[in-house]
């Protein structure tokens, strides 16, 4: 089982950028699909992004998007660094949640649920008008 860690949430305004990591503990993280998942006051969490497991590849994956963060955020994996980042662009008010990293083995677990394996402590970000 892993273990994870978030870290690069803030304060940004409307239209930045902000890059959210997630790292990870275990010489496994290859074999785990990662998503992020976010959860904004008085809502329940939401599925934002994922990447499955990347086999015999360093960087490799396929990738999945809600359809709010489409052609905006970016999920990526460094297996090297045992790191999943979520590149966020084009960043708006409803977007301000605390975000959550996830892994699981199944990445239709990660992408169609919120009953996955492991879950990060969470970030904190805030878009600002």
């Known amino acids: 089982q892993v273990q994870l860690v978030e870290s690069g949430g803030g304060l940004v305004q409307a239209g930045g950028s902000l890059r959210l990591s997630c790292a990870a503990s275990g010489r496994t993280f290859s074999r785990y699909a990662m998503g992020w998942f976010r959860q904004a006051p008085g809502k329940e969490r939401e599925f934002v992004a994922a990447?499955?497991?990347?086999?015999?590849?360093?960087?490799?994956?396929?990738?999945y998007y809600a359809d709010s963060v489409k052609g905006r955020f970016t999920i990526s994996r460094d297996n090297a660094k045992n790191t999943v980042y979520l590149q966020m662009n084009s960043l708006k008010r409803e977007d301000t949640a605390v975000y959550y990293c996830?892994?699981?083995?199944?990445?239709?677990?990660?992408?169609?649920?919120?009953?996955?394996?492991?879950w990060g402590q969470g970030t904190q970000v805030t878009v600002s008008s």
């Open positions: 990447i499955s497991w990347s086999g015999i590849s360093w960087s490799g994956g396929s990738t």
């Open positions: 996830a892994a699981d083995r199944n990445i239709i677990v990660v992408v169609s649920t919120t009953r996955v394996e492991t």
